[in-house]
């Protein structure tokens, strides 16, 4: 649709994403472990695609030329990959390095985890962070991470033979020790949580290597509503809960466990960053949207639109409550495309002269400069809830 018509996209937004949308926007329910991955950077991704185009390949070729004279032209996929996700229902994740201190702990605490990094290893982790897990000097942060990058890789490259023989010490000790498993769980999480992850994660994916990583990774829980942010070769996998999520419009992953795919763990070892960091740097804080007026029945009931603004320019995402029937929120037109998404309720979404019917599960575009009214129809507790995602250059470059 857009490539046959670039002013739904406006002329700024296609010419610099080569006649594509630049994000994509879904919505993810996650009864099943998503895979252990990360999505490389501009610059590795190419690379990728280079050395290994079966497991890294292109992508259709956003073509402007008219229909009849269309061909299926391959692309390098070099687009770097963040993404956002927005919890609908509780949500559950391993994203990003745990603090180190935390590590050290598990590392402790966990024999299993131990064994399989090995105990040189995991002295020699313990040793080189020793009075400066918290260090912000630079010369401590870099070796930190180089800690960090060698006792990940041991675990990451250890033999199927050791993870098979180590789950089953890991799981026996998750069933047996309850609330004391993992000394207790640490600063970030309890014992008891720990131990049903481990065997939750071992029923779905059984001696899987995930079921260690999950002792470097912060183990994070979203309510609805919270989100968190991840950059481009951020370490992360999805556990459960219904989400929205909008990254950057690419293909990109390397996985490396909790999955059936293609793992390629040198690349993944070799091309995070190794920020260790508590969760409470990933989550995002919403505010009010400043490009919407809201209807004086939508302020009686307290509906709301709120933005939830990544430190990207290809994408933001809008959510919108309507408590009461007849509220509406109008959005002014913006310098780029838009995608509304109805998560609960029914209403009406307007663009110019046409209205059309949502309810949960609908899907709209809007293009450019278009005005997009939404209305809700009935009076239900829940409201009726979108999420509109969009870019918009201009708003990014005044920000």
Not at 290 to 302: C, D, E, I, M, R
Request: aromatic content about 8%; glycine content about 6%; overall charge negative.
């Amino acid at each position: 649709m857009v490539q046959d018509n670039q002013a739904l996209m406006s002329q700024e937004i296609s010419k610099r994403y080569n006649h594509k949308l630049p994000f994509l926007f879904k919505v993810l329910s996650i009864r099943k472990a998503l895979s252990i991955q990360a999505h490389p950077n501009k610059k590795l991704a190419g690379e990728l695609h280079e050395k290994d185009p079966k497991n890294y390949p292109g992508t259709p070729c956003a073509n402007p030329l008219p229909l009849p004279c269309k061909l299926l032209i391959l692309q390098i996929d070099n687009n770097h990959k963040p993404e956002m996700t927005i919890a609908i229902t509780p949500f559950e994740g391993l994203c990003g390095f745990r603090p180190l201190a935390e590590i050290t702990h598990f590392l402790a605490t966990v024999p299993s985890l131990r064994n399989i990094i090995g105990e040189s290893t995991a002295k020699k982790f313990e040793t080189s962070i020793k009075s400066q897990e918290t260090s912000t000097d630079p010369k401590a942060l870099e070796s930190n991470k180089k800690a960090l990058k060698e006792a990940f890789t041991a675990l990451m490259s250890a033999s199927n033979d050791d993870i098979a023989v180590a789950a089953n010490e890991l799981v026996a000790s998750a069933e047996k020790d309850g609330e004391k498993f993992a000394g207790g769980g640490g600063s970030s999480n309890e014992g008891k949580e720990l131990a049903e992850l481990v065997v939750r994660s071992n029923s779905q994916f059984p001696a899987d290597l995930g079921l260690f990583v999950m002792f470097f990774l912060n183990y994070v829980k979203l309510q609805p509503g919270e989100a968190m942010f991840l950059k481009a070769d951020d370490i992360h996998a999805y556990l459960s809960g219904d989400i929205i999520e909008c990254m950057a419009s690419s293909d990109n992953v390397v996985r490396a466990g909790f999955t059936p795919k293609f793992k390629d763990i040198s690349t993944l070892t070799s091309m995070l960053t190794y920020d260790h960091n508590p969760p409470s740097q990933q989550k995002m804080s919403p505010v009010d949207y400043p490009y919407v007026t809201l209807s004086s029945s939508a302020y009686s009931s307290n509906s709301s639109s709120i933005l939830y603004d990544p430190p990207i320019e290809e994408f933001s995402v809008v959510k919108t409550d309507l408590k009461k029937k007849g509220a509406k929120a109008t959005f002014d037109g913006i310098g780029g495309p838009s995608i509304v998404i109805c998560t609960g309720g029914e209403g009406t979404i307007s663009v110019g002269p046409k209205t059309e019917k949502m309810g949960t599960g609908f899907v709209f575009f809007v293009g450019a400069t278009a005005e997009c009214v939404l209305e809700a129809s009935s009076d239900r507790d829940d409201g009726f809830v979108t999420f509109k995602a969009f870019c918009d250059l201009s708003e990014k470059e005044a920000a």
